[in-house]
């Protein structure tokens, strides 16, 4: 029998699987019951990782040297808010900060931030953008809020028609609303499209006011690392300039991924997600600023702690929230336990396994490679001759359904151009390319079944 990386179940199997769980009582259960209780109901239905059939997102299980330090960081529960609360942890937040953009051979200014998730470290770093322009506009965003400006209306953020969505749940939750979130096409790689940013800048010149421009080092639909230098050329010197880089930016650390990121000293601040690639247990992000002074913008004091005269290290200085995990904890024991010779070739194994699989793929009858990977991710069309664009669509999530109801692998489908298509997203070493072939060779059995 085919290993399951889970279940396989519906959503109904896993409710009621779940139910004994979640069902209190006024009497405790011993651990050890517990535990039982757990493996019979939860286990299975959890995601193995770790396996190299798991091909369809970015979650990846923490290495030993991750659960050192995530152990400590469990058995101490150190909030690493301010001094008062964790000197130690407080301290590790500061120095593995500094550490992380030496690493990323940032400028010596920058400094960095450990976040909930990428989603809100682009948030904050929005936040960064309007509240900069705010000063450079002499307007009180601060105390005013959106209002403060003359017409808040005119404020925009540009970023690429598959920027991640979290860009829209930036723009809702600090008011800007979605209908200032500008999206640039993308080109034949699924780039930004350097002359469509150009002629948009200049249309919406007079008209509205660029606040911030976003690009993604890796996006989440295809792994495409927008161009950074020639699109921080093309920007006016006022605007913040962010990148996402949550899922891609760990390829700047692979010798033959780093010209991709050509330029990323530019950018006033970028998100990255150890919780990604390095399988760093969740929470596990960081939003690094060019001009670590850019962060006294979120700076709060209060009477009690992150006193304003405090000369301790203070992490809740530059960013929410108050109570926060020490994340760092982990972050540095995978990158001092493994050391960075390992790092990078575990980084570069998924990029090559599925460049080898994107060429192999273009020689095989009866499929469609969408674009050449820039990272870790491939998309393709599994073709079926006589299918309207719409059918073909629908084929492909056919065929997403039914490979995953075996539970044997996971893939993944998304939308380019309003079309599905089949997606392989890897962030692991151990799944190779023969992994991502048998992953075709079933998809190809599945269509050929489907057309008897
Ligand atoms: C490009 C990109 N940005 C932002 C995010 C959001 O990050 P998080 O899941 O940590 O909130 C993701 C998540 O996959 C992503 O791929």
Same mark, same amino acid.
């Given at each position: 029998?085919t290993?399951?990386?889970y279940?396989?179940?519906?959503?109904k199997?896993?409710?009621?699987a779940?139910?004994?769980?979640?069902?209190?009582?006024q009497?405790g259960?011993?651990?050890a019951?517990?535990q039982?209780?757990i493996n019979?109901?939860l286990?299975?239905?959890?995601?193995s990782?770790d396996d190299?059939?798991?091909?369809s997102?970015?979650?990846?299980?923490p290495?030993a040297?991750a659960?050192? /330090?995530?152990?400590i960081?469990?058995?101490t529960?150190?909030?690493v808010t301010?001094?008062?609360?964790s000197?130690?942890?407080a301290m590790?937040e500061?120095m593995a900060?500094k550490a992380?953009?030496?690493?990323? /051979?940032?400028?010596d200014?920058a400094?960095c931030t450990?976040?909930?998730?990428?989603?809100?470290?682009?948030?904050?770093?929005?936040?960064?953008a309007?509240?900069r322009y705010?000063e450079?506009m002499?307007v009180?965003f601060v105390?005013g809020g959106?209002?403060?400006?003359?017409?808040?209306s005119r404020?925009?953020v540009l970023?690429?028609?598959?920027?991640?969505?979290?860009? %829209?749940?930036?723009?809702?939750?600090?008011?800007?609303g979605e209908?200032n979130l500008?999206?640039?096409p993308?080109?034949?790689?699924r780039r930004?499209d350097?002359?469509?940013l150009?002629?948009?800048?200049?249309e919406l010149?007079g008209?509205?006011?660029?606040?911030c421009a976003?690009?993604?080092?890796g996006t989440?639909s295809?792994g495409?690392?927008? %161009?950074i230098?020639?699109?921080?050329?093309?920007?006016?010197?006022?605007i913040?300039?962010?990148?996402?880089?949550a899922? /891609?930016?760990a390829?700047?650390?692979v010798?033959?991924?780093?010209?991709?990121f050509d330029?990323?000293?530019?950018a006033?601040?970028?998100?990255w997600?150890p919780h990604?690639?390095?399988?760093?247990?969740i929470?596990?992000?960081?939003?690094?600023?060019?001009?670590g002074?850019d962060? /006294?913008r979120?700076?709060?004091y209060s009477?009690?702690?992150?006193?304003?005269?405090?000369?301790?290290?203070?992490?809740?200085?530059?960013?929410p929230p108050t109570t926060?995990?020490?994340?760092?904890?982990?972050?540095?024991t995978i990158?001092?336990?493994k050391?960075?010779?390992?790092?990078t070739?575990?980084?570069?194994?998924p990029? %090559?396994a599925?460049r080898?699989?994107?060429?192999?793929?273009?020689?095989?009858?009866g499929?469609?490679?969408?674009?050449?990977?820039?990272?870790?991710?491939?998309?393709f069309?599994?073709?079926k001759?006589?299918?309207?664009?719409?059918?073909?669509?629908?084929?492909q999530?056919f065929?997403y359904?039914?490979?995953m109801?075996?539970?044997? %692998?996971?893939?993944?489908?998304?939308?380019?151009?309003g079309?599905?298509v089949?997606r392989?997203?890897?962030?692991?070493?151990?799944?190779k390319f023969?992994?991502?072939?048998a992953?075709?060779?079933?998809?190809?059995?599945?269509?050929l079944?489907?057309?008897?």
């Amino acid at each position: 029998m085919t290993k399951q990386i889970y279940s396989g179940a519906t959503p109904k199997q896993v409710r009621q699987a779940l139910q004994p769980l979640v069902d209190f009582q006024q009497d405790g259960m011993p651990i050890a019951e517990l535990q039982q209780l757990i493996n019979q109901t939860l286990m299975p239905h959890l995601m193995s990782y770790d396996d190299p059939a798991f091909q369809s997102m970015f979650n990846a299980f923490p290495p030993a040297e991750a659960r050192l /330090g995530a152990e400590i960081m469990l058995n101490t529960n150190q909030g690493v808010t301010n001094w008062q609360v964790s000197p130690g942890g407080a301290m590790l937040e500061e120095m593995a900060g500094k550490a992380l953009c030496n690493l990323f /051979g940032l400028a010596d200014t920058a400094d960095c931030t450990f976040m909930y998730s990428g989603t809100y470290a682009n948030q904050q770093a929005i936040y960064l953008a309007i509240h900069r322009y705010a000063e450079q506009m002499g307007v009180d965003f601060v105390n005013g809020g959106l209002a403060a400006f003359p017409d808040p209306s005119r404020l925009v953020v540009l970023v690429s028609a598959d920027a991640h969505f979290s860009m %829209r749940h930036a723009v809702r939750m600090l008011g800007l609303g979605e209908q200032n979130l500008v999206k640039i096409p993308v080109d034949s790689a699924r780039r930004l499209d350097l002359a469509a940013l150009k002629s948009i800048l200049s249309e919406l010149d007079g008209k509205k006011e660029v606040v911030c421009a976003v690009a993604t080092s890796g996006t989440t639909s295809t792994g495409a690392v927008d %161009r950074i230098r020639p699109m921080a050329d093309m920007l006016p010197g006022n605007i913040w300039f962010h990148i996402d880089g949550a899922y /891609g930016y760990a390829y700047k650390l692979v010798p033959e991924c780093a010209h991709l990121f050509d330029g990323d000293e530019l950018a006033d601040s970028i998100t990255w997600d150890p919780h990604k690639q390095l399988g760093a247990p969740i929470p596990n992000s960081v939003l690094f600023c060019k001009d670590g002074e850019d962060f /006294g913008r979120m700076s709060l004091y209060s009477g009690y702690f992150n006193r304003e005269e405090d000369t301790e290290p203070n992490p809740g200085l530059k960013s929410p929230p108050t109570t926060r995990p020490m994340s760092a904890l982990p972050l540095v024991t995978i990158l001092k336990g493994k050391g960075l010779q390992t790092i990078t070739e575990e980084l570069a194994s998924p990029v %090559r396994a599925m460049r080898q699989t994107a060429e192999w793929l273009q020689t095989q009858p009866g499929f469609e490679v969408c674009h050449m990977p820039d990272t870790g991710i491939l998309c393709f069309v599994c073709q079926k001759p006589g299918l309207s664009a719409d059918e073909l669509s629908k084929f492909q999530r056919f065929l997403y359904d039914k490979v995953m109801q075996t539970g044997e %692998r996971s893939i993944s489908t998304t939308t380019l151009d309003g079309s599905t298509v089949l997606r392989f997203a890897v962030v692991k070493p151990e799944t190779k390319f023969e992994h991502l072939k048998a992953s075709i060779e079933a998809i190809r059995q599945i269509s050929l079944d489907s057309a008897q």
